[in-house]
């Protein structure tokens, strides 16, 4: 999954290049910035801007930045054009532009348009101004207001047409650290994640990937501690499922797995697990059975031939079967994230 974070000129630059660097180190690959809030005043905006970009240059962190004509008179600009010479090159485009305009805007930026609110007709307008919409990319809102944020099916419908026309598609979840002011109530793109702490912002990330979305970043400007290392397994899409192990056990449950690409309802099933085995020489002997409760780690004995060793994490309550060994469970807290270790994702399991 690729994760990106948010900046603000009213955080301040010493916050702002602690903030880049502690994303940079958990895998962040985008950064997205609003030049157009009203509550930011008593600020240099042009001066602040510069080293905004500058700092996101340095770090290797393109950052999509939301204006509106209004912006200009902020920056000293005269034409949008001229953010260019600011080092703007990704831009979020919402109402105040006519399809000519925008496809002009194409030829010199990357053109980020407001997903939550585009309609087809729009799309339309553009190519039929000459758009290439390889130019292109989609990015929902945030919502500071409660009760205002989308549905989730409502994104996933918007992302799978946008991503059928082949464009990139960007969502935000709240942040748990520092809230965005003036309502300081999170800037999730989704309501159902407003109020979102710790692992449940992991899930809502989570959530919006699974709903078709490419890139999802958080909306307030910075994270707690431990909220920051589920952000940098989100990056390396491989999740960490804690777990009661059962002594003995602890190498058939080592490294990296993924669950295979053509999902079962029932179980998880390490792509490398049978191969773990194999190498570390393991056959493993026949334990009673047990029952598999939702989150049930098993490795398959000798009685399941070719298919011995092979770990499977159980997604929902199974019945005994003699060719498994229950070997630990996941604990309660990381339940949840078991819906979401589907297609390929990766993970590993930590004993507790």
Request: charge should be negative.
């Amino acid at each position: 999954m690729r994760t990106g974070i948010s900046l603000y000129l009213s955080t301040g630059a010493d916050d702002n290049a602690a903030i880049v660097s502690r994303a940079v180190s958990v895998g962040a690959s985008l950064a997205f910035t609003s030049l157009q809030i009203p509550e930011e005043e008593g600020i240099d905006h042009a001066r602040e801007v510069h080293q905004l970009l500058g700092l996101c240059h340095e770090a290797g962190l393109p950052l999509v930045a939301d204006v509106s004509p209004k912006t200009l008179a902020l920056l000293g600009c005269d034409t949008m054009h001229d953010l260019i010479g600011l080092g703007v090159d990704h831009i979020r485009l919402d109402y105040g532009f006519t399809p000519a305009q925008v496809v002009e805007l194409s030829q010199d930026f990357r053109v980020v348009f407001n997903a939550s609110t585009i309609t087809r007709d729009v799309v339309r307008s553009w190519r039929s101004a000459g758009a290439d919409l390889a130019r292109f990319d989609a990015c929902h809102n945030f919502y500071p207001k409660p009760l205002t944020g989308l549905a989730l099916p409502a994104v996933a419908r918007t992302n799978r047409w946008l991503a059928d026309l082949g464009l990139t598609t960007m969502a935000f979840v709240p942040g748990d650290g520092t809230l965005r002011g003036p309502l300081h109530e999170g800037l999730p793109t989704v309501e159902a994640h407003r109020g979102a702490t710790g692992d449940a912002i992991a899930l809502a990330a989570l959530e919006l990937a699974d709903a078709d979305t490419d890139v999802v970043l958080v909306g307030d400007p910075d994270l707690a501690g431990e909220t920051w290392n589920r952000m940098a397994q989100l990056s390396a899409d491989e999740l960490v499922l804690r777990a009661s192990v059962d002594a003995g056990w602890e190498d058939a449950v080592a490294g990296l797995h993924h669950d295979r690409p053509d999902s079962s309802e029932y179980v998880i099933r390490s792509q490398e697990s049978r191969g773990y085995a194999a190498a570390g020489g393991h056959a493993y002997e026949a334990l009673p059975p047990s029952p598999r409760p939702f989150g049930s780690i098993s490795v398959g004995n000798v009685g399941y031939a070719r298919y011995a060793g092979e770990l499977e994490i159980a997604r929902r309550d199974l019945a005994c079967e003699p060719r498994v060994n229950v070997i630990g469970q996941v604990i309660g807290e990381d339940l949840p994230f078991l819906e979401h270790v589907r297609a390929g994702r990766g993970f590993r399991i930590l004993p507790v």
